[in-house]
C-alpha cells in the first residue's frame, strides 16, 4: 500500500522557515518525480514544486521561487521541501504527492494538472501569522 506522511508543518511568524518532510512508501520511491502541492483557506489545489527521481532537475511555482527549495534523498525514501521567507500568503495545507509515470518528469506546462498525480499524502498544516 503506498503511503506519503508529511510533517513539519506549524506555526511560523512572516519572514520565518520551516523544513516539510514527506516519508514514502509502499513503492519504488527512486524511480518516480514527485511534487508538492498546497491548498490555501478557501482556494483550490496549487502546485508548488517537483523533482525528478534522479534529483537532476527540479520546478517551482513563480509564487514560491528563490524561497522554497525542494530535495529528495532516495536512500530514505524521503521527500523535503525547505520554505524561507515565508509570507501570510504561504499560509495552506502542504501534500507530497506521487506522479503517476515512473521515470518521466511531468512537463512544466501539465504540472498543474491534478491528474497527473495519483497518490498524496494526508498533508501537514502551515501557518504563517504575526
Known amino acids: 500500500e503506498v503511503q506519503l506522511v508529511e510533517s513539519g508543518g506549524g506555526l511560523v511568524q512572516p519572514g520565518g522557515s520551516l523544513r516539510l518532510s514527506c516519508a514514502a512508501s509502499?513503492?519504488?520511491?527512486?524511480?518516480?518525480?514527485m511534487s508538492w502541492v498546497r491548498q490555501g483557506p478557501g482556494k483550490g489545489l496549487e502546485w508548488v514544486s517537483s523533482i525528478n527521481f534522479a534529483c537532476s532537475s527540479t520546478d517551482y511555482a513563480d509564487s514560491v521561487k528563490g524561497r522554497f527549495t525542494i530535495s529528495r534523498d532516495n536512500a530514505k525514501n524521503m521527500l523535503y521541501l525547505q520554505l524561507n521567507s515565508l509570507k501570510t500568503e504561504d499560509t495552506a495545507m502542504y501534500y507530497c504527492?506521487?506522479?503517476?509515470?515512473?521515470?518521466?518528469?511531468?512537463?512544466?506546462?501539465?504540472?498543474?494538472?491534478?491528474?497527473?498525480?495519483?497518490?498524496w499524502g494526508q498533508g501537514t498544516q502551515v501557518t504563517v501569522s504575526s
Open positions: 504527492a506521487k506522479h503517476r509515470a515512473p521515470f518521466r518528469m511531468t512537463p512544466v506546462t501539465a504540472l498543474g494538472v491534478m491528474e497527473e498525480y495519483n497518490f
Open positions: 509502499g513503492f519504488t520511491f527512486g524511480i518516480y518525480a
